[in-house]
């Protein structure tokens, strides 16, 4: 369990430079603003792509820790080290469709190994001690966001031109490796009795049909679907919002990332709690009812110091959707059907987030950013009153079970 600590602090360093810098990076290699949509899109569609084979692979052959560790923890990795060798070989529009290649290779290879992931982690942590022990490892990704996003802003405005981006890749590829050296760790246990009992007694239907017909979580997936529709619409162009509308410096950039991973560490060690005490879906939605006021705020943002308080409630308010959003899955899914029920949701997941930047890129392209800012807040409420009216499930009969950030989640977006 501390080897599995240790990998999520490792792990997030990385995914907060991709989450806040990436974008900036393509534009500095000459991308337009759609090249950013599209390269979000593709590296979404990709990691859809990934997950039914992901958890096909592990009901048939098993070895969930070797596919973790050969493709989220070895290819995703590698990827990491592309990004900073591209400018060594490539300018202009090939170098632009190389890092967009690079990055979607990237989403398959990372998340093919999530089925696995998410079937190796129920079984990791003991049951009663899963709340704690989540928010803790989570709070722990919090300080890695904390350092990582101001410095790596120090970095870009430090070292001019291409040189800035080559360091902050190398280090973010070294931070991975030592992510998954610490889940090399790990041993991967044997499931619990009740899935090995129904694996041995129950035939295993086809992927589709058997999620078609749980229609609790069909119903779920498609408030999953409009809610990260509407979070990628914008959530690419937040920091292209600042530096190029509100000529926010590189730091001011990574200052104003730093300040959500803060406020995190406070929603965190206050609705870990409340998750075992009112429930999975009670969190989910409570949290998803204020987190659409988010993007909206930005219609009144006109300087970037502006964004502060944004910051601070998004941190707040997305380290309690963090924690529900996974674990609906995993109160919802029947132990057994795990990796099949986690493969379904983050299949949703990122055709959202490939659908919700071209809608976004187009917004933006013949109305402007305030308007994606308008349609991500109002697609956001949509997703969540879906669940509020239709969808049960998520009551705390069990403590929390296995945690991921969301996909779509890009600070105070």
Not at 154 to 159: A, S, W
Request: with cysteine; glycine share 12%.
């Amino acid at each position: 369990m501390r080897a599995f600590w240790w990998d999520g602090f490792w792990a997030n360093i990385p995914e907060t430079v991709l989450a806040n810098y990436l974008g900036l990076y393509i534009i500095a290699l000459g991308a337009s603003t759609a090249k950013v949509g599209l390269m979000a899109s593709l590296s979404s569609l990709f990691a859809a792509l990934a997950f039914f084979p992901g958890a096909r692979i592990v009901e048939v052959f098993g070895h969930r820790k070797r596919i973790v560790l050969i493709f989220g923890g070895g290819l995703a990795r590698i990827a990491l080290f592309g990004l900073a060798l591209v400018p060594f070989f490539w300018d202009g529009d090939k170098a632009i469709w190389i890092v967009i290649a690079i990055v979607s290779v990237r989403g398959f290879a990372g998340y093919f190994g999530l089925p696995a992931w998410t079937s190796m982690v129920a079984d990791i942590v003991p049951i009663g001690m899963r709340g704690r022990f989540f928010a803790s490892r989570n709070f722990g990704m919090g300080l890695a966001a904390l350092a990582t996003a101001p410095a790596a802003g120090i970095i870009l405005d430090r070292y001019s031109g291409l040189g800035g981006w080559q360091i902050v890749w190398l280090i973010t590829f070294v931070a991975g490796g030592a992510s998954t050296f610490c889940f090399a760790r790990i041993p991967d246990p044997a499931p619990h009795a009740d899935v090995v009992a129904s694996e041995t007694t129950e035939p295993r239907r086809n992927f589709v049909t058997d999620i078609l017909a749980d229609r609790n979580f069909v119903i779920f997936m498609a408030a999953t679907l409009i809610w990260n529709m509407a979070i990628q619409a914008a959530g690419p162009f937040f920091n292209p919002y600042l530096a190029h509308n509100l000529h926010a410096s590189r730091l001011m950039i990574g200052f104003l990332a730093a300040i959500m991973p803060v406020a995190s560490l406070a929603g965190l060690l206050f609705f870990g709690r409340v998750m075992d005490v009112r429930g999975t879906r009670w969190l989910m939605v409570v949290t998803g009812l204020f987190i659409p006021l988010l993007p909206a705020a930005w219609l009144f943002v006109s300087e970037p110091w502006h964004t502060i308080p944004v910051e601070i409630s998004a941190g707040i308010l997305w380290a309690g959707y963090g924690l529900a959003s996974l674990n609906m899955v995993m109160v919802m899914a029947p132990a057994e059907k795990r990796a099949r029920y986690a493969a379904a949701f983050q299949t949703v997941t990122f055709a959202g987030a490939f659908l919700g930047p071209l809608i976004g890129g187009a917004i933006i392209s013949f109305v402007g950013f305030k308007a994606v800012f308008a349609f991500s807040a109002i697609g956001r409420m949509l997703g969540t009153l879906i669940i509020l009216r239709f969808v049960g499930g998520g009551e705390p009969r069990e403590a929390p079970a296995a945690v991921t950030l969301s996909a779509g989640r890009r600070g105070s977006g």
